[in-house]
């Protein structure tokens, strides 16, 4: 494997770019190629089935492009398709949820988790699942918004409205006394401002972007997989607008500069 092929992200959408971005800082030599499914978005109500048939129509495409590694910044795809993944391709693939959840797990001194994240990741049970493998005592508490993640993706994150409409969603975490709450879902650490003003009293915010560039690097490192050499590629795909994906997706990654349309067959199923 060619030290210098790139890192292959994908995302339902925009939001995967909060974990391309803290990929990107974390290691800047590293090529990446991001594919953002806003063509199909929302995967969070959608079934197994078809996010495991994307999540393999997607990777397929990554490993043509000659990656080295797959990251599922998703935590739909990763609560849902990551063994599926991890069976089917000989290039390391990696999920959010696991390494989320062992970098939450120690920060909580009250053992109460709270998860903000698609229906598809809180009904998957897959979060509950991994901080029962990692801390039994842990009480994990899930609240599903997929509103709230239409809201960014459309680009209507920042709008009035959102702050009121946040504090409702998140009312269970406050009741439940969770000191911890992870954003399970790549659209919320748009919110992390937010969500911090709304919670710090009480909770510390954990992005998984931050445990799943740890887990990247430390996997490049291991396998001797590191680029070197200034000057990397990045390239960043949509299957939906490329205008609208730049509009709102340089407001989360302001080193984004441009985006090319991506056309993969099974585009038009039906948006939720
Ligand atoms: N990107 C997805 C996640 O992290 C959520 C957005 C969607 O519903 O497609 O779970």
Known sequence: MNNNAPIGIFDSGVGGLTVAREIISLLPEEPIIYVGDDGRFPYGPRP??????????????????????????????????????????????????????SYAAPLSRKKRVGVLATPGTVYSNAYPEAFSRIDPTIKVVQVASQALVNLIENGSGGENGVKE????????????????????????????????????????????????SIRVRKELLERKLSASGGNPERTFYTTGNPALFLKVGSQIYPGLKSVRELKLEGNEKIRR
């Open 48 to 101: 197994k089935e078809e996010i495991q048939e994307f999540a393999c129509q997607i990777s397929d495409f990554l490993i043509n492009q000659g990656v080295k590694m797959i990251v599922v910044a998703c935590n739909t795809v990763s609560s849902q398709a990551l063994d599926l993944l991890v069976s089917r391709y000989s290039v390391p693939v990696l999920g959010v949820i696991e390494d989320t959840a």
């Open 165 to 212: 409409f946040a504090s409702r969603v998140i009312s269970p975490f406050r009741e439940t006394g969770v000191d911890v709450l992870i954003l399970g879902c790549t659209h919320y650490p748009y919110l992390t401002k937010l969500m911090t003003e709304l919670l710090s009293d009480q909770a510390q915010i954990v992005d998984p972007a931050v445990a799943v």
